[in-house]
């Protein structure tokens, strides 16, 4: 446990020992930042036997948002070994302890919980079932992605979360489905972001295709999107590329003019700034000036 100046040391450190569970819990809520971790450090030096009953009851404690958080924050820290006593809340009665559990999860990151947070995917609540969603995102483990798909029958918001979950985890078989909601108003910016990061090829012809369109909105999202998605597949599949660029224009040697037309537009409209400088990286590369892109992908 790290030390503490000794200013604070004499009026804080000695109380600590004997104080219960729940004053610990309190005291890591509203403590400085530079005293949580001894006090996390205090609880977990308890065990996690000892402590659970009451780390679950506060959980439960609807009354005081601070103690629950708290306990929430420290079985994260326990991390692994937490994990089964989350695992067990998943089926609890109460469906606020069943979703703050998908979160506990997500934050652990823990590959055991992946085959029941898939599970909590159907749970009857939609709110748990938007959080496991997102823990498994979070864990990134490719064993969700079918069921994942199967939540796009669902409504807006989960489906949104799917997405981004998907683009996490990063595996191909997601790519023909998000190309299907590349054109959803409320889907687009996370499937460009989710298909950037998936890095598949397989997503550039239709890209390509919506850049010929006359839909100003589509042609400035696939233009994002190519450029997402050129970085994001440059170095799992270059082709013997030895840039971006280059690796653009082995997809590219059918452009028309009505493609750089509209490129032209968007360059010199007042479009927002990530889609002029789509614009401008796309027409570089097609001009064979391979600069690094200004629209790589965020990590």
């Not at 559990?101 to 009857?124: E, H, Q």
């Not at 990134?140 to 799917?162: K, T």
């Not at 598949?200 to 696939?222: H, Q």
Request: net charge negative.
């Amino acid at each position: 446990m790290p030390e503490m100046s000794i200013g604070k040391k004499s009026h804080i450190a000695g109380p600590w020992p004997a104080r219960g569970i729940e004053s610990l819990l309190l005291f890591i809520s509203n403590a400085d930042p530079l005293f949580r971790p001894n006090a996390v450090a205090l609880v977990l030096h308890r065990g996690i036997e000892r402590v659970a009953p009451v780390l679950e009851r506060a959980v439960r404690n609807d009354a005081d948002a601070d103690l629950r958080n708290a306990a929430m924050e420290v079985l994260v820290a326990f991390g692994e070994a937490a994990v089964p006593r989350l695992v067990a809340l998943l089926g609890d009665a109460n469906e606020e302890v069943r979703n703050f559990c998908t979160v506990m999860l997500g934050d652990i990151g823990s590959r055991t919980a992946v085959d029941p947070l898939i599970s909590a995917l159907r749970d009857p609540d939609v709110n748990v079932r938007h959080g496991a969603a997102e823990a498994l995102g979070r864990i990134g483990d490719a064993r969700a992605v079918e069921p994942l798909l199967e939540l796009f029958v669902d409504h807006f918001w989960l489906q949104h979360a799917v997405v981004v979950a998907l683009g996490k985890i990063g595996d191909r078989r997601a790519t023909c489905s998000l190309l299907l909601r590349r054109h959803d108003s409320l889907l687009a910016e996370p499937v460009i972001e989710a298909l950037g990061r998936i890095g598949d090829p397989d997503a550039l012809a239709p890209l390509m295709d919506d850049l010929d369109g006359s839909c100003a909105e589509r042609v400035a999202m696939a233009a994002r999107g190519i450029v997402l998605l050129v970085n994001g597949c440059f170095g799992k599949d270059r082709r013997g590329a030895g840039s971006p660029g280059e690796y653009f224009r082995s997809f590219a040697d059918d452009i028309g003019s009505h493609v750089i037309m509209n490129l032209g537009g968007m360059k010199s409209s007042s479009a927002d700034g990530g889609t002029a400088a789509a614009a401008v990286t796309l027409l570089q590369w097609l001009a064979g000036i391979d600069r690094t892109s200004s629209c790589r992908r965020s990590g």
